[in-house]
């Protein structure tokens, strides 16, 4: 992309949100999203690019010709609405539970581990006693690869933001007024 395409401030704040020092489970720190990845000449572009947003629990959109990115969780509110500030005389969506096919109670992930010469390795299952009894008993296990994350710490958090995220499942679909025109997406309300 050209780099008019790419909005220094929202690529800086990714990379802020990336340095961010946070606890790595043995006693010292480390940086809260890196990532590793030796790209095939094949690989198409966007699959790396998902890759590497799996390492920093980001996304990305494309806004008017502009690449926005997200890392991590949801930013600060751009926008606040209350139940007046929706139109109610246009349709509105709620989809509050998925089937089970699409619910996820645990997960497994895999990594390239360095001190096994970069073969995969499983980091530490995450179970939720109390998520399997909401779903009458059953373990319905994700499995997660992250090529791009040679840290085990780092995949440990991953996995857990990534189940603790298919766990809310209330999606809103609610038309607003006029001026939530600025809102785009990524953007948190």
């Known amino acids: 992309f050209p780099v008019a395409d790419l909005p220094l401030a929202t690529w800086f704040a990714g990379m802020n949100e ?35 947003l799996k390492a920093c629990s980001g996304q990305m959109a494309e806004v008017g010709g502009l690449w926005k990115l997200r890392v991590g969780g949801p930013g600060a509110p751009v926008y606040a609405i209350t139940d007046g500030d ?18 996820y109670n645990a997960i497994h992930a895999s990594y390239p581990e360095p001190a096994q010469l970069w073969e995969q390795k499983e980091a530490p299952p995450l179970y939720n006693a109390t998520w399997e009894a909401e779903d009458q008993g059953q373990r319905l296990v994700a ?19 990534f189940i603790a995220e298919e766990r809310r499942f209330r999606r809103h679909g609610l038309p607003l007024p006029p001026d939530a025109v600025i809102l785009e997406p990524l953007d948190a309300i």
């Open 18 to 52: 990336c340095d961010l020092v946070v606890n790595n489970g043995a006693g010292g720190t480390e940086a809260q999203y890196r990532a590793g990845f030796e790209v095939a000449v094949d690989e198409e572009p966007a699959d790396v690019i998902a890759e590497l």
């Open 86 to 103: 929706i139109v109610t005389s246009s349709g509105q969506d709620m989809d509050p539970f998925p089937g089970f096919t699409a619910s």
């Open 143 to 161: 499995n997660l690869g992250l090529p791009a994350v040679p840290y085990g710490a780092q995949v440990r958090r991953l996995a857990a933001a």
